[in-house]
C-alpha cells in the first residue's frame, strides 16, 4: 500500500492491481490468435498499448481510496460511470447520528475506487483540465502520481487533460494552455514512443 497527502487534507491509500502487463499481452496476444507468452512487455509495447486504448488494457485494475475527501470533490469524481466503481460512506443520519441538514459541502467522505486503465485514461482528461476545479485536479493527480510511485510509469505519462490528448482545447471557455509552449511540450511528451503511421 502506498500513501500520499495532498495540501487538502486528504489521504490517498493505493492498494495496487491485482492483474499485470503480462496478463494485458496475453489479451493482445488472444485477439491476433497468438499463443500466451513469457516475460513482462517493454515500455515501449506499453506506452503504445495505452496510446492506442485497444480493449485490452482493461485488464489493468486498480483499487485506491481517498480518506477525507470532501463530499463536493466526491460528488465530482463520483460523475463517471464508465470502468470504475465508487464506494463512498454515507452521511445518511441514521447511520452517523449527525443532522444531514446541518451537513457541510465540505464534509469530509471516504470514497474508495476501483477502475481499468481505459478509466483512468478518460477520467485524467477531464479531472486534469484546468477547467476542472483545482481540488478535483489536486484529488485525482494524487491518484496519477500514485500509479507513477507503485511501477505504472506509462500509464501515468498518458493521463493528460484533453487539450494534450487532442492536440487543441475543445472546451467553450479555453484557459489558454493550449497557446503556450509548454503545452507544445506536453503534447510532444504524450506522444512520445508512438510509431508513425507506416
Not at 495532498?6 to 491509500?13: S, Y
Not at 494485458?24 to 499463443?35: C, G, K, L, P, Y
Not at 482493461?58 to 469524481?77: C, I, M, N, P, T
Not at 491518484?143 to 507513477?148: W, Y
Request: glycine content about 8%; proline content about 5%; charged content about 25%.
Amino acid at each position: 500500500m502506498w500513501y500520499a497527502f495532498g495540501i487538502m487534507g486528504t489521504t490517498l491509500e493505493f492498494y495496487g492491481t491485482r492483474s499485470t502487463w503480462r496478463d494485458v499481452a496475453d489479451a493482445a496476444r488472444t485477439t491476433i490468435n497468438r499463443e500466451a507468452g513469457a516475460g513482462e512487455p517493454s515500455a515501449a509495447w506499453k506506452k503504445r498499448m495505452l496510446l492506442a486504448e485497444h480493449s485490452p488494457i482493461r485488464q489493468l485494475v486498480f483499487r485506491w481510496k481517498w480518506v477525507g475527501l470532501k463530499s463536493w470533490v466526491s460528488v465530482h469524481l463520483v460523475r463517471h460511470k464508465f470502468g470504475i466503481d465508487h464506494f463512498v460512506s454515507t452521511q445518511r443520519s441514521d447511520r452517523t447520528g449527525v443532522d444531514r441538514n446541518a451537513s457541510r459541502q465540505d464534509a469530509p467522505v471516504t470514497h474508495e475506487c476501483i477502475a481499468n486503465a481505459q478509466a483512468i485514461l478518460s477520467i485524467s482528461r477531464k479531472r486534469l483540465c484546468r477547467q476542472a476545479s483545482p481540488e478535483t485536479r489536486e484529488a485525482w493527480g494524487m491518484v496519477v502520481e500514485a500509479l507513477r510511485a507503485n511501477g505504472q510509469p506509462e500509464l501515468a505519462a498518458c493521463c493528460v487533460p484533453e487539450c494534450v490528448y487532442r492536440g487543441f482545447c475543445p472546451e467553450f471557455k479555453c484557459c489558454g494552455f493550449a497557446k503556450t509552449p509548454a503545452f507544445e511540450a506536453a503534447v510532444a511528451a504524450y506522444r512520445g514512443g508512438a510509431r508513425p503511421n507506416e
